[in-house]
Structures are given as C-alpha cells and as structure tokens.
C-alpha cells in the first residue's frame, strides 16, 4: 500500500520560506516523479513544483521561481522549498507520487496547510 505522508506546514509570515517534506512508502521511490500540488477553496489543484525519477526539477512559470523542490531517495522523501511566500500562497499543499508535469499520479499525501500572514 502506497503511502505519502506530508509534514512541514504551518504560519509562515509574508516573504517568509518554508520547506515541506513527503516521506512515501510501499512504493519504488528512486523510480517515480515526486510533485507537489497546492489547493484554495474553490479552486482546482495547481502544480507548484515537480522533480523527476533523474533528479531533474522543475516549477511552473505561475510560481515565479519562488519554488523549487528536492529528493533524497535514501530517505524516500521529496521537499519543496518555498521562498518569498505571499499571502495568495496560503493553501493546502499535497504530495503526489508518479505523476508527469502534465498529469497528476495516483497517488496523494493526505495534505499540510500553509498559511501565509500579511
């Protein structure tokens, strides 16, 4: 059973970072892409950053560079970084296993609030 469990949100104040973290299980970590969505109220799901099975990460131009992403396959864990925070940020962030930049995979973390005070 595949499992994503995601730890690192909080209150985090205007032009603040915060780094995330995904540790998965009872998958075959080294060999999928980890991503991290973000979700509002209202609002459908969002990339913030992807980082591939060859260690090559990526984030939309919507996230201004503000993000970036990491794994370290000994430890099956992925981290978004996220830096100069704004308060629009403030968002549910999730982990998602083997997805492409394209499509979400099937599999998602459970979800870690981020809120982001003015």
């Known amino acids: 059973q595949v499992q994503l469990v995601e730890s690192g949100g909080g209150l985090v104040q205007a032009g603040g970072s915060l780094r995330l973290s995904c540790a998965a299980s009872?998958?075959?970590?080294?060999?999928?892409?980890m991503a991290w969505y973000r979700q509002t109220p209202g609002k459908q799901r969002e990339l913030v950053a992807l980082?591939?099975?060859?260690?090559?990460?990526n984030s939309p131009d919507s996230m201004e560079g503000r993000f970036t992403i990491s794994r370290d396959n000994a430890k099956n864990t992925a981290y978004p970084q996220m830096n100069s925070l704004k308060p629009e940020d403030t968002a549910v962030y999730y982990c998602?296993?083997?997805?492409?930049?394209?499509?979400?995979?099937?599999?998602w973390g459970q979800g870690t609030q981020v809120t982001v005070s003015s």
């Open positions: 980082i591939d099975k060859y260690n090559a990460a």
């Open positions: 998602n296993a083997a997805g492409t930049w394209t499509q979400a995979g099937p599999y």
């Open positions: 009872g998958i075959s970590f080294s060999g999928i892409n």
